[in-house]
């Protein structure tokens, strides 16, 4: 399996500008996770979906960033408008549905905002 | 509700010594405890996992770590310390009644000395 994809590698934007970050979890896996990651708040849990439903958003730090998981091989994170504050690495994973099976992470977007 | 203290945003040693990278959890439940890492520029994977069974875990590259309920703790450590296990390392913990997602520590940057 060619693991957790995530779209792009590296994306640089002006402030104001929508940014939409792309995942695709491995097959079968009915879990998916998105993390951001920055040097001052660590790693956070923005939202989960399970079967393609969203189970917890609390994590979504404002109305600007949205998810949606349209089928089971496909997930989007967008951010609009973005602001300087949400530059981090974007991490999707997933994992199947037992509670000690393994998370796979992707390899993670890095976002600019300018 | 759940919780993870890594205690030690940054641990040094020597390559060849001890290292050890301390984890204590918050859980009014049985969990399932892990360990991941996450080199430069990557995502995180996983280095070991506790669910039930055996106290004592082995993980990838000769890493382990030892589950102790009384202490409440999930110490990672491996005997001699290799300049390819610089990384940043995450304890994380999730329910075993709920199942669902899981909380990640805050990390330790683990640099290794000449």
């Known amino acids: 399996d060619a693991g957790v994809i995530q779209s792009p590698r590296h994306e640089v934007t002006e402030m104001g500008q929508e940014v939409t970050l792309r995942c695709k979890p491995i097959?079968?896996?009915?879990?998916l996770f998105w993390y951001r990651q920055t040097m001052m708040r660590g790693l956070e849990l923005l939202i989960y979906?399970?079967?393609?439903?969203?189970?917890?958003d609390s994590g979504m730090p404002e109305d600007r960033f949205s998810a949606k998981m349209p089928n089971a091989s496909f997930s989007t994170l967008k951010i609009q408008p973005s602001e300087p504050r949400d530059s981090a690495v974007y991490f999707c994973?997933?994992?199947?549905?037992?509670?000690?099976?393994?998370?796979?992470f992707g390899p993670g977007t890095r976002l600019t905002v300018l | 509700a759940q919780s993870v203290t890594q205690l030690g945003s940054h641990v040094s040693v020597s390559e060849g010594a001890l290292v050890l990278l301390r984890c204590n959890y918050s859980?009014?439940?049985?969990?399932?405890l892990f360990w991941y890492v996450q080199y430069p520029n990557q995502g995180l994977q996983l280095l070991l996992k506790?669910?039930?069974?055996?106290?004592l875990v082995k993980g990838i590259n000769g890493f382990e770590a030892e589950f102790k309920k009384s202490e409440t703790s999930f110490h990672l450590t491996k005997p001699s310390a290799h300049m390819s296990d610089a990384a940043e390392y995450f304890c994380?913990?999730?329910?075993?009644?709920?199942?669902?997602?899981?909380?990640f520590g805050s990390g330790t940057r683990l640099s290794i000395r000449p």
């Open positions: 097959s079968g896996h009915d879990y």
């Open positions: 994380a913990v999730s329910e075993v009644s709920s199942a669902s997602k899981i909380i």
């Open positions: 859980s009014s439940v049985p969990p399932y």
């Open positions: 994973a997933s994992r199947t549905s037992g509670g000690a099976d393994t998370q796979y």
């Open positions: 979906f399970n079967n393609n439903v969203p189970i917890d």
């Open positions: 506790y669910t039930t069974g055996a106290t």
